[in-house]
């Protein structure tokens, strides 16, 4: 696969203008009393308030240019304490490592109000849609993936999802995956209320993440084929991937969906249902994963938009193999509750496909909020790769950390060389070019002269 759907950096500019002014309405529009709305997209720009906006970021509190913080191997690291009441407007998180699935290995954890248990609690990459490593660019109305220099593994995401808490909010980082010089650059963007209070009924942002590996088939039919057995039913959603299931009264209002699609094919007859308020039927009932995210019948081609995209789509062996990510932020069309939620989807029509499914759920609620399942531990949140790609990336993860001592004896072709090894990894492994990367990896390995290290186990 050389396309990325979009030209993963320069993007149609009417598109752009057009996420710009949706989401200066969606954002805007946030929090203002009914008489105080705006009536043009932009109009919010004019309305003064009475509120103050501040920033905490990871800047240089010397005035120099050290304007990121280090996460130690195992550790824990508040990124910032909020007092008194208001709304992060813009949370931007810029993470850099030398080991590519640093998005799985470090866990984020918001807390709102003093709540002693999070409220967000998720994998960092994936708040962001971003847990693979193999980061797409894409622009919706509530996140943005965003490119750094060309060729390098440094890139930027943003979440615009507005983040109320009416006492005092405290955002962590834990790098339980041990990875080595994690530095992390970030901004929170926060408007504060003065009189310490919120709009009457204003949730609490949620977000948590499931994943299931090698979701079981259901007896009856054949397994991983596209139609199955037709004359299965599954009325009630047995067996179905869990999504979100939460209670209290609150919003639903967005997801990040990844189907790694081992046995390729078309997956996605499984429907979506979702049962509100412990209803035994689904309240929403689905028609297939396309539709739940604005596609058209079996998209093999990326897409992103606003609300909804199909951001990646491998075409691994056949079509629809192999890694696909996709989003749907519930926007135009939120789902209320007011007891509880339970979100789900078929993997396969009457859940007849054994693939992996991740999922990264976005709400609001008042709380209390039911406890979160334990989070696993980094090696079970790690995605499935092909033995040979799981042996790349710890071969590479070793060669780059003697690359810098190495270059003292390379000559300036093989130095030359070995920077242009390092962008075709990047490269690759971004386009799931598997057999590229694995050739790119062994030869930079060859010429930093690094033993390869004992096999990995991929069991996962």
Known sequence: MKHLGHDSRVSDGRTRRLVSLLLFAFLGATGLPAQEKPGGLLDNLYQLRDTKTYRISSADKTGGNIDWITIPPGKTQTLAEISGAGVIRRFYLAPLAADRMRYRKAILRIYWDGEKEPCVEVPIGDFFGSGLGTLRYFHSLAVDVNPGFQDWDFDGMVNYLPMPFEKGARITLENDGQVPDFRLWYHFDIEQFPDGKLPPNTGRLHAQWHDAKQMPAEPGGPKNTTLGNVFVKNPEGKGNFVILDAEGKGTYV????????????????????????????????????????????????????????????????????????????????????????????????????????????????????????????????????????????????????????????????????????????????????????????????????????????TGN
């Open 254 to 457: 967005g997801l990040f969906l990844t189907v790694d699609n081992v046995v390729g094919g078309w997956y996605g007859e499984g429907d979506d249902m979702i049962f509100i308020d412990g209803a035994r039927l689904p309240t929403f009932a689905g028609t297939g994963h396309e539709e739940v995210f604005n596609s058209g019948c079996c998209p093999d081609k990326e897409f992103w938009g606003a609300y909804t995209g199909f951001y990646v789509i491998q075409n691994s062996n056949a079509n629809f193999g192999g890694k696909n990510q996709m989003y749907k932020f519930y926007v135009n069309d939120p789902v209320r509750f007011s007891k509880s939620i339970r979100v789900t989807i078929e993997h396969g029509h009457a859940n007849n496909f054994e693939n992996d499914y991740t999922a990264t759920a976005f709400w609001y609620q008042q709380e209390p909020h039911k406890a979160f399942p334990p989070m696993p531990n980094a090696a079970e949140r790690l995605p499935r790769w092909p033995a040979e790609v799981s042996q790349a990336l710890a071969t590479e993860l070793e060669v780059n950390r003697m690359l810098a001592r190495a270059k003292a004896r390379l000559s300036p072709a093989e130095s030359k060389r070995a920077d242009a090894l390092v962008a075709e990894c990047n490269r690759s492994f971004r386009e799931l070019r598997h057999q590229d990367y694995v050739r790119a990896v062994k030869e930079l390995q060859d010429l930093v002269g690094y033993v390869k290290p004992p096999a990995v186990p």
